[in-house]
């Protein structure tokens, strides 16, 4: 069997320390705020981040380019390794094409070589989950097509739930408009979001208040999860405390 690493982006919201301790690969989606361009190595700290958005600000992202994909995936092959990409969904990033676009090229350079690419249709610690089993299996010894065969059959099981205090960011963000943004923040209407099949956004309820926009998302969730795999990852936006009383 083919020694093979497992790569994602950082869009999976994966600790580094995780992916370091597991040898996953890691492409990184920049971006910027303010004027100014993050990239890895100057991200601004977790706390700061937030509250400049708390403030007004509004991050956008730009998404891996093939350039960046290759810088990542080269050196494995010279070192004798396969692939295997799980790529942010590509119905919110063009992060997965650039990856595909990169395999591609490398492939033609290393043809003794396999570069599997797998489109997730995740997002965030969604898609962290589904690079979280992929290395499980990985490390009790299954073969890189087995765990690639895997995800693909598996990814679309994973379910994620996202809620947020302010509709003002899903506006500009284009996701809401206006006119929703004013009257649901006025009212202290929540959206419910999810992420669905075809790996995109979509709002799937509204209520009135934080508390109970969690609520629905748990119990929704605990409907889901009465049979198989019991495994939840909790992702926070600078609210630990929040995420701790979900956890318990």
């Not at 492409?27 to 958005?53: I, Q, R, V, W």
Request: glycine letters at 8%; proline letters at 3%; aromatic letters at 8%.
């Amino acid at each position: 069997m083919s020694e093979y690493v497992i790569t994602t982006d950082n869009n999976s919201d994966l600790p580094e320390e995780y992916l370091k301790d597991h040898g996953v690969g890691c492409m990184y989606l920049s971006y910027s705020m303010d004027g100014k361009n993050y990239t890895h190595g100057n991200f601004l700290p977790e706390h700061e981040f937030y509250e400049a958005m708390r403030n007004g600000s509004m991050p956008t992202t730009a998404q891996v380019n093939p350039e960046n994909a290759k810088a990542l995936l080269e050196p494995y092959l010279k070192e004798g390794k396969d692939i295997l990409h799980l790529a942010f969904s590509s119905g919110l990033s063009g992060s997965c094409q650039s990856a595909r676009i990169a395999a591609e090229e490398l492939q033609d350079e290393y043809p003794e070589r396999k570069i599997v690419v797998i489109d997730t249709l995740l997002a965030a610690l969604g898609q962290g989950l589904l690079v979280y089993k992929a290395v499980q299996l990985k490390e009790q010894g299954a073969s890189m097509d087995e765990v690639a065969d895997w995800c693909e059959k598996n990814k679309d099981y994973i379910a994620s739930y996202v809620t947020l205090d302010d509709l003002f960011h899903l506006y500009r963000g284009g996701r809401v408009s206006r006119s929703s943004a004013v009257l649901g923040s006025m009212v202290g209407i929540k959206p419910i979001i999810r992420v669905n099949e075809e790996g995109k956004l979509e709002v799937i309820g509204k209520v009135r208040g934080r508390k109970k926009a969690i609520q629905t998302i748990i119990k929704d969730l605990m409907e889901r999860i009465r049979d198989g795999e019991k495994t939840v990852f909790i992702s926070h936006g600078d609210c630990l405390e929040e995420a701790e009383a979900i956890k318990q």
